[in-house]
């Protein structure tokens, strides 16, 4: 009859788009409070669910870094807590690490493994390679192969990293400075890198408030080496003896938090250490600068967050920060580890009430065109649709 047949194809219809799910793994190292983690979240928060099933398997970030895994449970996802994966190298906790994710992606049958920073980003492929995943692909943040983890452990790290190069799809890099890197490296096949920029969702910032203190300064991020806040400290001093009224505020962890706490006495409570928040986009709102002074960048999430709530940013010129901050029109540029020239556009920002207005507006409005989690998102969609038709002989 018409109904039996209806039927029939209403059935083949759902068996075909059960069939065209993609089952996807994301693997990261540990969901501490940072840029990368953010950067897998808004992933998974954004793909099409009618498309998409998604896994996700993490280590477990130290107390001081903050932790985004209850976010992650709230998401509807799969999710893997592995406590063998952590950040530092250790033979035997990442050989049990290796056999829980290749238990993990077998059991799974994934067609796509995705991985963020460097252990995961190694440890997952290989159980990916292993297993026979038809599509694996990395993420690349940041460079940890220019004295991150001291000479010794980048070298060894690269040497691998170059091994697993060779089983790895497609890496997707955050910023174009990040891919000339990687190419330098000889990490990976010319032709292998895809640049798709950091996006994030906006509708969490308000719109810049009118009323700001107007002597306010702050950063958010790792308190690690490579984010330089003993120069932010000292970009404070010289600051503060020319405009001792102003205010710094820093918004972070990590392992460097208890020496630059020691560091910072002298400044009294011009400086304040907020520690690990979850309401960025509030505090951003409360500063009139943002002031960066990393070694080196990927593409700082933070910075994009401040330019979105309207903040002018004050950086270093590394990485992919020139790609993020136009100088003299959405920010102020200074040469890596440049304490006078950083300190020098801060004041020229505090003393120029306008011109901290027009230009934390222009930072605004370039961040919202350029950087949102749309837009990554469909790139990510677009290359995922794309290496598996390749996989599968189109």
Known sequence: SSRDRQRSQDEEHEEEQVENVVDILFVITRLAVGGAPQNVLTTIRGLDRSRYRIALAT???????????????????????????TREIHPIRDARALLGLLRLVRRGRYQVVHTHISKAGILGRLAAWWAGVPVIVHTCHGDVFDEYFGP???AVLLAVERLTGRVTDRFVVVSQALRGRFRQYRVGR???????????????????????????????AMLAPIKRLDLFLEVA????????????????????EAALRESATDLGTNVRFLGVRYDVPILLNTLDIFLLCSDYEGMPVTLIEAMVAGVPPVATSVGGVPEVVEEGRTG???????????????????????????????????????FSAEAMIAQLDALYTDLLKGAHGG
């Open 59 to 85: 280590g477990i970030p130290a107390p001081e870094e903050g932790s985004l895994i209850e976010e992650a449970r709230g998401l509807d996802i799969d999710l893997h807590v592995l406590p063998e994966l």
């Open 152 to 154: 010794l452990k980048s």
């Open 190 to 220: 010319q032709k292998a890198f895809s640049w798709v920029p950091n996006g994030i969702w906006t509708a969490g910032f308000a719109t810049p408030s009118a009323d700001r203190p107007g002597n306010r300064v702050g950063t958010v």
């Open 237 to 256: 001093r010289r600051v503060l003896s020319r405009r001792p009224e102003t205010e710094f505020l820093v918004v972070g962890g990590g392992p460097d």
């Open 332 to 370: 102020y540029l200074a040469p890596q580890g440049d304490v006078a020239g950083l300190a020098d556009a801060v004041v020229r920002l505090l003393d120029d009430e306008r011109l901290r207005r027009e230009m934390g507006d222009r930072a605004r409005e370039e961040a919202l065109r350029r």
